[in-house]
């Protein structure tokens, strides 16, 4: 890490030393969220910290900053796993390099809906394999947090896999592969700029979460909603340094883990209200919705086969995952 991250984080731990003396023994814990305070997930990880207060009678205070703030967000990950922060919300997706396993929870397809997603991770050995992957780096997944649905935004329809031959999609990482597998042409251009993308004709339709129609407005450059979306929902990690977490107390530990449960339940209650109103929003201003057909959705899913086949030779643990959401998918009569 540069000199400059150094000066901040040393900053931040004679602070952090100075407001645990002053409000005698509480522990202030360093959290670097990926997203503002006023995204989703930002408001989400208030919430988990305000969760922390309540649950350990303020003994234990997660002090939430904001991308950048601290360290570059390409930076987090090797800051909390070093112990230069103590937490992180927000996508490993920017740590694919070093947590193959988060390319899993990527693939398209692979859950429905909300409740559907929270029980695969809770229920069926999702989470528990995923913090196994993430413990090797000395790092502890406390658990997810919806980010609603995230897919097709696009100025034609899209009814089959044809409609998406040789369009230019704005898509980045694991999305861009997700489009190449369907036929489109992915797009590297920065959510800032794709606003402006999309009203010059630069591209033809975005890879993004449904709930941005209303707030980057563009329901001014768009004019589809492709369902279903590729990921319903999108899901992001609250992670911890594993030496931080076992410093505290046995009973503040559990008052973590628990205010990270709380914080999951309420994202993931949260999504589907998300996605309604980004419908809604949508039909005011006359986007509509492309529905793909179930007979079509087969070819959609076979063109993506090789995707899934690909991540989960990427590491046992992705492996372990891919076919964890495989068998969920077979439970439910989907060969994938």
Same mark, same amino acid.
């Given at each position: 890490?540069?000199?400059?991250?150094?000066?901040?984080?040393?900053?931040?731990?004679?602070?952090?030393?100075?407001?645990?003396?002053?409000?005698?023994?509480?522990?202030?814990l360093?959290?670097?969220?990926?997203?503002? %305070?006023?995204?989703?997930?930002?408001?989400?990880?208030?919430?988990?910290?305000s969760?922390?207060?309540?649950?350990t009678?303020?003994e234990?205070?997660?002090?939430?900053?904001?991308?950048?703030?601290l360290?570059?967000?390409?930076?987090?990950?090797?800051a909390?796993?070093?112990?230069?922060?103590?937490?992180?919300?927000?996508s490993?997706?920017?740590?694919?390099?070093?947590?193959?396993?988060?390319?899993?929870?990527?693939?398209?397809?692979?859950?429905?809906?909300?409740?559907?997603?929270?029980?695969?991770?809770?229920?069926?050995?999702y989470?528990?394999?995923?913090?196994?992957?993430?413990?090797k780096?000395?790092?502890?997944?406390?658990?997810?947090?919806?980010?609603?649905?995230?897919?097709l935004?696009?100025?034609?329809?899209?009814?089959?896999? %044809?409609?998406?031959?040789?369009?230019?999609?704005?898509?980045?990482?694991m999305e861009?592969?997700?489009?190449?597998?369907?036929?489109?042409?992915?797009?590297?251009?920065?959510g800032?700029?794709?606003?402006?993308a999309?009203?010059?004709?630069?591209v033809?339709?975005?890879?993004?979460?449904?709930?941005?129609?209303?707030?980057?407005?563009?329901?001014?450059?768009?004019?589809?909603i492709?369902?279903?979306?590729?990921?319903?929902?999108?899901?992001?990690?609250?992670?911890?340094?594993?030496?931080?977490?076992?410093?505290?107390k046995?009973?503040?530990?559990?008052?973590?883990?628990?205010?990270?449960?709380?914080a999951m339940?309420?994202?993931?209650?949260q999504?589907?209200?998300?996605?309604?109103?980004?419908?809604?929003?949508?039909?005011?201003?006359?986007v509509?919705i492309?529905?793909i057909?179930?007979?079509?959705?087969?070819?959609?899913?076979?063109?993506?086969?090789?995707?899934?086949?690909?991540?989960?030779?990427?590491?046992?643990?992705?492996?372990?995952?891919?076919?964890i959401?495989?068998?969920?998918?077979?439970?439910k009569?989907?060969?994938?």
């Amino acid at each position: 890490m540069g000199k400059r991250l150094s000066l901040v984080l040393a900053a931040v731990l004679l602070w952090a030393g100075v407001m645990a003396t002053s409000a005698g023994a509480a522990t202030v814990l360093r959290f670097q969220c990926a997203y503002p %305070e006023n995204a989703n997930v930002g408001q989400t990880t208030l919430f988990f910290a305000s969760e922390v207060a309540r649950l350990t009678n303020k003994e234990v205070e997660v002090k939430v900053f904001w991308p950048d703030q601290l360290t570059k967000t390409g930076e987090v990950f090797d800051a909390v796993r070093q112990g230069m922060l103590d937490g992180y919300s927000g996508s490993l997706l920017y740590f694919a390099g070093k947590v193959p396993e988060v390319n899993v929870q990527w693939l398209p397809y692979n859950w429905s809906n909300a409740a559907e997603a929270k029980d695969v991770i809770l229920n069926k050995g999702y989470g528990q394999t995923f913090g196994e992957a993430v413990a090797k780096h000395g790092v502890t997944y406390l658990g997810s947090l919806s980010v609603a649905s995230m897919g097709l935004l696009t100025k034609f329809p899209v009814t089959k896999i %044809e409609d998406l031959k040789a369009k230019m999609i704005r898509a980045v990482g694991m999305e861009a592969g997700i489009m190449k597998a369907l036929g489109a042409s992915a797009v590297a251009i920065s959510g800032a700029e794709q606003y402006m993308a999309l009203q010059r004709g630069t591209v033809d339709g975005t890879d993004f979460p449904w709930y941005t129609i209303g707030q980057y407005k563009f329901y001014e450059v768009l004019d589809h909603i492709v369902q279903p979306a590729l990921h319903t929902p999108g899901v992001v990690e609250i992670i911890i340094n594993t030496k931080t977490l076992k410093g505290l107390k046995p009973e503040q530990q559990k008052a973590i883990e628990q205010a990270a449960k709380n914080a999951m339940d309420k994202s993931f209650t949260q999504s589907d209200e998300l996605d309604k109103q980004a419908v809604e929003e949508s039909a005011k201003h006359g986007v509509k919705i492309s529905v793909i057909p179930e007979a079509e959705m087969v070819k959609f899913r076979q063109a993506c086969k090789p995707l899934w086949d690909n991540i989960s030779k990427s590491s046992p643990h992705s492996a372990k995952l891919v076919q964890i959401l495989r068998d969920h998918l077979k439970s439910k009569g989907v060969d994938n």
